[in-house]
């Protein structure tokens, strides 16, 4: 454009004259790209000369099992000081952890600390306030800004008010309905809210009345989404529940022979229990025995110890009984009524949000070791919301 606009307020210049000048732009251009190349290029070479950050002292959390005053929770509080993501993780689910040396307050300052970098971690820690808290403005601080999270659409959060809102555990008034609330979360991330657990909402009518056909719909849908995991489930779930309106056996067993007809499936003990489950549930008790079996050695060779003293081997035998008297496992209900089920839901999270914290910290391949003065200053007495 700029060469264009030129050749209009000056003379037209001959075509030669214009190659010649489009050449030494060319080329000045290229210059400038190589320049770059050159110096990105040797900028990736440093970084991977260089390596990984790394303290050492890091390994030392992976020793620490729970708060009790030891030598690797001073490590790991020293490296969190220094700004170190992976320590803080561990201090938040080593503080969380019952017994003698819990700490509520110490799990929500580091809960807190990581809410930088982890929307997750702030969720953590308003859960904390508004459990544990020792004040009504505590509590009240808590539910708050519960709420602004699943305003802002945090799948977590709106779980968990539609939670407290069933429960009557809520300060403040109602702002949405707990079916909406529960389906927007459901709809961001189906962890949390589970495809049985809407399912199970709608067939037993915890929000109104009974709806088992959207019941069915939700668990089609959902075994189509996630598979394997939440076929499995779905599978498990049909082929055993005690909800008549949610059992459909051969939809069941079609859904877990799908997913045993994958090879690394197959030779997994809990999918295989699933497909048991499914044949039994059909009427086929033969296959029933046969797959069952099948499971109860690949749970065995799975533990070294041959499976003894596992609790799961129990359970596994104990249906393998069952098919051999021609009889469908039946499981038990996970809850009674809508307040024992949305308590169950409301533990489970606090429970699987605190558990998320927790993972074995591993040395990089090419590490960086890094010694920093602290850089977050931290008393594991805080009080301070």
């Known amino acids: 454009m700029r060469l264009a606009k030129t050749s209009?307020?000056?003379?037209?210049?001959?075509?030669?004259?214009?190659?010649?000048?489009?050449f030494w732009l060319g080329l000045f251009v290229g210059l400038i790209f190589m320049v770059r190349y050159t110096n990105e290029h040797n900028q990736e070479v440093v970084v991977a000369e260089v390596g990984d950050p790394w303290d050492p002292k890091l390994i030392e959390c992976n020793k620490v099992e729970d708060a009790t005053p030891s030598d690797a929770l001073s490590a790991c509080i020293e490296v969190a000081q220094n700004g170190w993501y992976n320590?803080?993780?561990r201090l938040v689910w080593a503080y969380n952890q019952p017994g003698e040396f819990f700490d509520w307050r110490a799990s929500y300052y580091w809960a807190m600390a990581l809410s930088e970098v982890d929307d997750y971690a702030e969720v953590f820690a308003q859960l904390l306030l508004f459990k544990n808290g020792e004040s009504d403005t505590d509590k009240l601080k808590g539910e708050k800004r519960i709420r602004q999270l699943a305003s802002n659409n945090h799948h977590i959060a709106s779980a968990y008010l539609a939670s407290l809102y069933y429960l009557?555990?809520?300060?403040?008034?109602k702002t949405e309905r707990i079916s909406w609330l529960l389906e927007r979360s459901y709809n961001e991330n189906k962890?949390?809210?589970?495809?049985?657990?809407i399912a199970t909402i709608y067939a037993e009518g915890y929000l109104g009345?009974?709806?088992?056909?959207?019941a069915?719909?939700?668990l089609l849908a959902a075994a189509e989404l996630d598979f394997p995991h939440h076929a499995n489930n779905i599978a498990w779930l049909m082929a055993t529940t005690p909800i008549k309106e949610l059992a459909d056996y051969s939809t069941a067993l079609n859904i877990a022979l799908k997913v045993t007809e994958v090879e690394e499936y197959s030779i997994d003990y809990v999918y295989v229990d699933t497909l048991a489950a499914a044949y039994a549930a059909s009427g086929d008790y033969e296959n029933a025995v046969e797959t069952q079996k099948n499971a109860v050695e690949l749970l065995k060779i799975e533990y070294e110890n041959g499976g003894e003293g596992h609790p799961k081997?129990?359970?596994?035998?104990s249906r393998l009984s069952l098919f051999k008297q021609q009889k469908r496992f039946v499981d038990d209900l996970p809850a009674n009524d809508g307040k024992a089920f949305f308590t169950n839901f409301k533990d489970m999270i606090e429970a699987d949000l605190g558990q998320s914290f927790f993972f074995e910290i591993?040395?990089?391949?090419?590490?960086m070791v890094i010694e920093d003065e602290p850089t977050v200053e931290v008393d594991s007495n805080n009080t301070q919301m």
Do not use: C, G
Request: cysteine-free.
């Open 216 to 218: 069915k719909k939700v």
């Open 191 to 197: 962890h949390w809210v589970l495809p049985t657990d």
């Open 209 to 214: 009345k009974k709806q088992p056909a959207k």
């Open 362 to 367: 591993e040395a990089p391949e090419n590490p």
């Open 8 to 22: 209009r307020l000056t003379k037209p210049k001959k075509p030669k004259i214009m190659l010649i000048s489009l």
């Open 87 to 89: 320590a803080m993780y």
């Open 313 to 317: 081997i129990s359970s596994f035998e």
């Open 168 to 173: 009557e555990l809520n300060t403040l008034p």
